[in-house]
């Protein structure tokens, strides 16, 4: 267990570097330093690393390099493709599980994400956006979906630094309160709709920085 929580704490620092581009695209990652860096042994860096090729933020060429991947803006397209999808199918399938507790949660996590946008402050809206997106995923108990989604966020997450640095979607504070109108009337299709209809959003702001 405690090699598992070591693994966790290496994958959370380094795909956190990687995500906010303290290790920029192409840059060389080395398993001694970056243990060295974390106080940790080299065992659950590796692991994190191969957890990271997983998610498509680390390449490696045997015998010749492992590196931050490069951006692709493909692979981000096909990323978000996927992860609007699911969030979408993630809703619908929660919105009958929902209960009292789920909304307010996700009022909160609005609240927290508007005043975040309003200060500029980048890390904190995405990880309050994750928390409100978070409940209808984990109130859905399909844990295909949270896979897939827990897979190809931190690409789209990448993106959204390197491009824009800066919170993205102040519209989304509002279509957020949409989406909580909807799951709170049961209408799980509407609430579908305007999940992946949110998640768009980014990618019309993509296809304007990279048509």
């Known amino acids: 267990m405690d090699r598992v929580r070591l693994s966790d704490q290496a994958l959370g620092a380094i795909r956190r570097a990687i995500v906010v581009g303290e290790l920029a695209p192409g840059t060389p990652v080395k398993d001694v330093e970056l243990a060295a860096r974390m106080g940790l042994s080299r065992t659950p860096v590796r692991e994190a690393l191969a957890r990271l090729a997983d998610e498509g933020l680390i390449e490696s060429k045997p015998h010749s390099y492992t590196r931050v991947t490069p951006m692709d803006a493909d692979a981000v397209r096909d990323a978000h493709a996927v992860v609007q999808s699911m969030h979408g199918l993630a809703t619908r399938l929660a919105v009958p599980r929902l209960t009292a507790a789920h909304l307010d949660a996700m009022r909160a996590a609005n609240a927290r994400f508007a005043a975040a946008v309003d ?70 299709t509407l609430a579908a709709e305007l999940a992946e209809r949110n998640w768009a959003n980014l990618a019309v702001l993509m296809e304007e920085k990279n048509p």
Do not use: W
């Open 119 to 188: 200060t500029g402050a980048l890390e904190d809206a995405i990880a309050c956006d994750d928390d409100f997106h978070g409940v209808p995923v984990l109130a859905c108990a399909n844990t295909a979906v949270a896979a897939t989604i827990r897979r190809y966020t931190p690409l789209l997450h990448r993106a959204i630094y390197l491009y824009f640095r800066s919170p993205l979607g102040r519209d989304s504070a509002p279509m957020h309160e949409r989406i909580v109108a909807a799951c709170e009337a049961g209408d799980a």
